[in-house]
């Protein structure tokens, strides 16, 4: 059982970190100023990374009990994931320089990067056959 949490939580942890020096290397080949940012890219990938991993182990969780409401889970937690990132990305949002564009596309490219991840894992565990 614990083996099936270490698999899954490796996966993601590999996809985020390169996932992340991608993104990082397109910042540092087209020199875009990330200086400004409300939030630096380790932070958001930490507050996505991290939160992926608890939708991910709770997910692995409620297939145990019930694989029929797995589903009904993952939507109700990318519900939450998504009110908890309008709060923090709601500052973001309420800046009005030039630079901003940038950080609000960022932010919201992350959010649907993620969300990808998590739905594709999510489907890989439904499919698994046990």
């Given at each position: 059982m614990f083996k099936k949490y270490i698999k899954a939580i490796g996966v993601l942890a590999l996809i985020v970190g390169i996932i992340y020096l991608a993104h990082k290397l397109i910042f540092s080949i087209f020199k875009l100023n990330q200086g400004a940012f409300t939030y630096s890219l380790e932070k958001l990938y930490l507050f996505f990374g991290a939160f992926s991993v608890v939708i991910e182990l709770i997910l692995i969780r409620v297939k145990e009990k019930n694989i029929d409401i797995v589903g009904n889970v993952f939507l109700l937690l990318t519900l939450i994931k998504m009110m908890v990132c309008f709060g923090?990305?709601?500052?973001?949002?309420?800046?009005?320089?030039?630079?901003?564009s940038l950080q609000k596309w960022n932010?919201?490219?992350?959010?649907?990067?993620?969300?990808?991840?998590?739905?594709?894992?999510?489907?890989?565990?439904?499919?698994?056959?046990?």
């Open positions: 923090f990305g709601s500052s973001i949002l309420k800046q009005e320089t030039e630079d901003n932010f919201l490219i992350l959010f649907l990067v993620f969300l990808t991840i998590e739905t594709v894992l999510t489907i890989k565990t439904l499919n698994k056959k046990e």
